[in-house]
């Protein structure tokens, strides 16, 4: 089975500290991805990796950034926090186009 | 341009009847098609998928979909609903396009089941 681990299940922070959420699988997939989950919204790409050290925004980046030094792991990075990103984090990893795996998401608190 | 649309936030059925979760999709090229489940408090995980072939496709836990081309539909349906099936449901729809492959998820339908 492939495992999708992250970092914290549950976060919180203040306004303007910096905020690392890390993401690593064991399936030697490719494909790892950043989703923010927001009621009503569904969930929004905010940055994919399809190899090492490669990068691409999705639809919401801003305030984002992200890093992918070795294959297995991909971290989110929020520069500095603010309540607007209080949300719902999910990574997920896939080979090719095919399905994508998911992590049991980091619920962050932004005061 | 890629979408998906789910019909109803919120659907709620009794112990035993129909599921019916709606989805209908665009895109300009054959997508693939994926039914995800979200239980409470976990991430996303796979019900079924359509790539290609046939259209009928049956997924986990007693649910299928079927790939309706000319109705830009990919349904998901379970003919007795279980207590255990209440969760959130995600549509999703991937293709290729300019930016390469792409993956987007419809809003999401919470179904209730009433005992």
């Known amino acids: 089975d492939v495992k999708v681990t992250q970092s914290s299940r549950y976060l919180v922070k203040r306004t303007g500290e910096k905020v690392f959420l890390e993401c690593v699988q064991d399936?030697?997939?490719?494909?790892m991805f950043w989703y923010r989950q927001d009621p009503g919204l569904g969930l929004r790409l905010i940055y994919f990796?399809?190899?090492?050290?490669?990068?691409e925004k999705g639809d919401i980046p801003e305030g984002y950034s992200v890093s992918r030094e070795k294959k297995e792991r991909f971290s989110l990075i929020l520069e500095s926090a603010s309540t607007n990103q209080t949300s719902m984090y999910l990574c997920?990893?896939?080979?090719?186009?095919?399905?994508?795996?998911f992590g049991p998401g980091t619920r962050l608190l932004v005061l | 341009a890629q979408s998906v649309t789910q019909l109803g936030s919120h659907v709620s059925v009794s112990e035993g009847a129909l599921v019916l979760l709606r989805c209908n999709y665009s895109?300009?090229?054959?997508?693939?098609l994926f039914w995800y489940v979200q239980y409470p408090n976990q991430g996303l995980q796979l019900l079924l998928k359509?790539?290609?072939?046939?259209?009928l496709v049956k997924g986990i836990n007693g649910f299928e979909a079927e790939f309706k081309k000319s109705e830009t539909s990919f349904h998901l349906t379970k003919p007795s609903a279980h207590m255990s099936d209440a969760a959130e449901y995600f549509c999703?729809?991937?293709?290729f396009g300019t930016g390469g492959f792409k993956t987007i998820f419809g809003a999401g339908t919470r179904l209730f089941v009433k005992a």
């Open positions: 399936m030697d997939h490719e494909n």
């Open positions: 997920a990893t896939s080979a090719f186009v095919e399905t994508q795996y």
């Open positions: 359509y790539t290609t072939g046939a259209t």
């Open positions: 999703a729809v991937s293709d």
């Open positions: 895109s300009s090229v054959p997508p693939y």
């Open positions: 990796s399809y190899d090492v050290k490669m990068k």
